[in-house]
Structure formats: structure tokens, C-alpha cells
Nanobody
Framework: EVQLQASGGGLVQAGGSLRLSCAAS????????IGWFRQAPGKEREGVSC????????YYADSVKGRFTISSDNAKNTVYLQMNSLKPEDTAVYYC???????????????????WGKGTQVTVSS
């Protein structure tokens, strides 16, 4: 059974940093793409970043490019999202998701992935 557990959310002031973790189990980690998505109240889900566990290639939404960094520790089956220079508009519930690597990153960030974990709340105060 595919399981994804996101953690690391919290309350931070604008300009601050947080690191989210996504612990994965139940599948061959190296064969999957892992993504981070977020949803703010009253807004549609937004694809934030995606990484291929096989080659480490990463992709970012324009809204977070240069501020967020996604990384993968294959030994720990864990993907991280380092979020720096946080802004109030980054406030959302953040979800990690996984897919067997059928499509490209832009497709995933637009349409989502097959497997989803529960979210973690990130709140950025101004």
C-alpha cells in the first residue's frame, strides 16, 4: 500500500523558512516521481514542485522558483521541500504526492498524481 506522510508545516513570519518532509513507503521509491502541491482556502490546488527519484531532476512552479528547493534522499525514501523567503501568499495546506513516473513534471504539476498523502499546514504571517 502506497503511503505518503507530509510533515514540517507550521507558522512562520514572512521572509522565514520551513522544510517540509514527505516520508514514502509501499512502493519502489526510485521508480516514482514525487511532487508537492498546495491548496489555499477558496483557491484551486497548485502544483509547486516535482522531482524524479530516478535521476533527481526537479521542476518548479514560477511562483516558487528561486525560493523553494526540492530534494530526495532515496536511502530514507523521503523527499524534502526547503522553503525560503516565505510570503503570506505561500500560506496553504501542502500535500505530497507520488506517481509511477508515467508523465513529465509539467503534466504532474498541472493534473496531479495518483497517490496522495495528508497535508501539512503552512501559515506565513505578514
Amino acid at each position: 500500500e502506497v503511503q505518503l506522510q507530509a510533515s514540517g508545516g507550521g507558522l512562520v513570519q514572512a521572509g522565514g523558512s520551513l522544510r517540509l518532509s514527505c516520508a514514502a513507503s509501499g512502493f519502489t521509491f526510485d521508480d516514482y516521481a514525487i511532487g508537492w502541491f498546495r491548496q489555499a482556502p477558496g483557491k484551486e490546488r497548485e502544483g509547486v514542485s516535482c522531482i524524479s527519484s530516478s535521476d533527481g531532476s526537479a521542476y518548479y512552479a514560477d511562483s516558487v522558483k528561486g525560493r523553494f528547493t526540492i530534494s530526495s534522499d532515496n536511502a530514507k525514501n523521503t523527499v524534502y521541500l526547503q522553503m525560503n523567503s516565505l510570503k503570506p501568499e505561500d500560506t496553504a495546506v501542502y500535500y505530497c504526492a507520488a506517481d509511477p513516473g508515467r508523465y513529465g513534471s509539467t503534466w504532474y504539476l498541472r493534473y496531479g498524481m495518483d497517490y496522495w498523502g495528508k497535508g501539512t499546514q503552512v501559515t506565513v504571517s505578514s
